[in-house]
């Protein structure tokens, strides 16, 4: 595995029985100083006791450490999983010596079951001996569910002579879509930053990536993305260029860990960008294209490499979007399958289907009516997804 | 089979060769003499040809023959499919001898297709030769695409000791939503009733009905429910009692085949009434229920047979509707789930398990916040809804 460290961090994973299988399920990074700290959090009304407690404490812009388990939501589970959230938080806090209000914490896996607190009380001790600067891949495994990889990124950028690091990890792979999913993202970098514009540049960055994927339409109650910033490098976000060069920095780390969790949907075998085009609005843009990638017509036809592209017409028009339908175009990468809304004929066809055999590919929708386009990622929807969520407790 | 007639109507199903693998896929509803018509078609603003032309025809409020084809949706086909759908009508107008635009005519299967009217055409005299009183099973069969079963009701009502008649005939069974899917459903009644009186009891009635179905969140290019009234009966509505009693004879005919159409959702094992009550408004009611009802993962929880509450409290919190969270009950049919947004705990949860295995059941979920209520019909979601949907075009 490729070394991932990011200056002044450390991480650690390890097993601490709340798997039902067994595995690396407790994970931790901790800041050797006290990092500033932003956090975009899900809009489920209903929210997990991790994420009531993060926004509470995110407030004060500051974080040391961040504790994350899978295995179990700790969601829905009333006061005494507000309680345990607390525990597990004060006990690492202890262990590391750190404020405890510096402490963060998030959780995923089932909904409505006790957090077994003292399973994780019990692996402190042994979760921060393994603290390394290299441990983002044991931490990226220990919050995998569903996932079958890892997801760790690490981009090093130069501005003015000076470099940075981002490192981030990130778990799917069920529940996600726009405004987010049970998704965790944890994002650490070694340049200085005011909280405020950490979280400014974070909600931009979650904008142009986590909030364009989706893979089932649901939408999560532990979604959780967080960015530390630490200082580190010995270099400061204090100009225009300097924030312009990280936002790209990590604009570029967050959608291409996004890409993975799409890559890793459940049950997924591809990995397609709808683009909506040639719209009057970027709302509308958005509408549409998040129609079509959460149609489940739609996806179990790229899952069978089947062009239908008039599940995806028909998906267009119920999206609410008002269109001309004889003015709108259908593409796979290059290939027109439709031309003024009507198909472009068998050899498109045979054309199209050889683009759906790939494992990546983009589905353009252009209404020609306007300027504006925007893009989702979306999976295939397979066999598999339903074998896994049907299973997913038992 | 059960006889199914009605006064003064006559239909037919016949094989026209539209099928790839054969069967009856094309059908007739004939009326000896000239019905008063109202017809519900599709909020999709792409619009196959067929319903392009009743939109039109219907404003006469007259009709006396429905042709329907499946094997091919005749949607996205631009003029040519226009001219398709007018020259299906005018040789079944020929061959019964009747007004041309007194013909409706209907479609579904694959979008995007030319409809090859030469093979209507020259199944046409076999279909009219094939008219019988009791041909509406063959009608019901000829209508079917992934439908597994014909779909068929009919209903007797007296009224001041007069007796009328209801049959309707429906398919499914992809593509169901509220606000309708491909989901075709003809209604004929030997009452006798004004086009706009009909009109405004279908829409009535499909908003208890159909609009209360969820299959899989699609909505298809075609959908159409049509009410003929020809009078033969001698009774007409003209009394408010009248008018009550056909309603209510109307709706239970089209729950009824709404709940058939669930049942038979594509790969579907279960029939499920989603009802979401103690809402403040009977629009956050159905909202949040269509959510709840329209999730993947809820589905294919009860697919798995799984009591996944955490599931559909995440699908009620992100269903757009204000909740608190700690005020919220669920239950399986009686079966208590979930008390204050807590587990009911391990008990609760196994008998919970044994409703799951029932082939219908009901989820409630109790926001005790008002007194509003909504209830949807949805179905499970299984590996066989992916493999039908994945090989349909195959």
């Known amino acids: 595995m490729k070394k991932i460290t990011?200056?002044?961090?450390?991480?650690?994973?390890?097993?601490?029985?709340?798997?039902?299988?067994?595995?690396?399920?407790?994970?931790?990074?901790?800041?050797?100083?006290?990092?500033?700290?932003?956090?975009?959090?899900?809009?489920?009304?209903?929210?997990?006791?991790?994420v009531v407690l993060d926004r509470e404490r995110i407030a004060s812009g500051l974080c040391q450490a961040v504790v994350v388990n899978s295995g179990n939501a700790n969601c829905c589970t009333g006061e005494q999983g507000?309680?345990?959230?607390?525990?597990?938080?004060?006990?690492?806090?202890?262990?590391?010596?750190?404020?405890?209000?510096?402490?963060?914490?998030?959780?995923?896996?089932?909904?409505?079951?006790?957090?077994?607190?003292?399973?994780?009380?019990?692996a402190v001790p042994d979760l921060v001996q393994s603290l390394h600067p290299d441990g983002f891949n044991d931490l990226a495994e220990a919050i995998m569910t569903t996932d079958t990889f890892p997801k760790v990124l690490r981009i090093e950028e130069t501005v003015e002579g000076k470099t940075f690091t981002i490192v981030g990890v990130a778990k799917g792979a069920g529940m996600i879509r726009p405004d987010m999913a049970t998704m965790l993202c944890f994002v650490c970098s070694d340049i200085q930053a005011d909280h405020r514009l950490l979280g400014k540049m974070l909600r931009i960055a979650t904008d142009r990536s986590f909030n364009r994927i989706t893979i089932d339409g649901d939408t999560s109650t532990n979604d959780t993305i967080l960015l530390m910033a630490n200082g580190s490098s010995g270099?400061?976000?204090?100009?225009?260029?300097?924030?312009?060069?990280?936002?790209?920095?990590?604009?570029?780390?967050?959608?291409?860990?996004?890409?993975?969790?799409?890559?890793?949907?459940?049950?997924a075998t591809k990995l397609v960008e709808v683009v909506v085009r040639g719209a009057r609005t970027k709302e509308d843009a958005d509408r549409m294209a998040s129609t079509i990638a959460n149609s489940n017509l739609v996806k179990t036809a790229f899952f069978g490499e089947d062009a239908n592209w008039g599940r995806i017409l028909g998906a267009a028009g119920r999206s609410g979007v008002p269109v001309i339908p004889d003015k709108i175009d259908v593409y796979f990468d290059d290939v027109m399958m439709v031309k003024n809304g009507v198909g472009c004929g068998i050899e498109a066809e045979s054309k199209a289907t050889q683009v759906l055999k790939k494992a990546e590919f983009t589905l353009t929708v252009d209404l020609n009516m306007g300027t504006a386009a925007h893009g989702i990622f979306t999976c295939d929807f397979s066999v598999d997804y339903v074998k896994i969520n049907a299973d997913y407790r038992s």
């Open 6 to 50: 990011c200056k002044g961090f450390k991480a650690a994973g390890v097993a601490a029985g709340l798997k039902k299988h067994g595995g690396k399920d407790l994970g931790l990074i901790f800041s050797e100083v006290p990092a500033t700290v932003a956090g975009v959090f899900t809009k489920n009304l209903i929210q997990a006791a991790p």
């Open 235 to 267: 270099l400061s976000i204090d100009s225009d260029e300097h924030t312009k060069v990280f936002q790209q920095a990590l604009d570029t780390l967050l959608i291409d860990l996004a890409k993975l969790v799409v890559k890793d949907g459940e049950g």
């Open 82 to 122: 507000l309680a345990a959230a607390k525990a597990t938080a004060a006990c690492t806090a202890a262990e590391l010596g750190i404020a405890e209000d510096h402490v963060l914490i998030s959780s995923t896996g089932v909904i409505g079951q006790p957090l077994p607190v003292e399973k994780i009380e019990a």
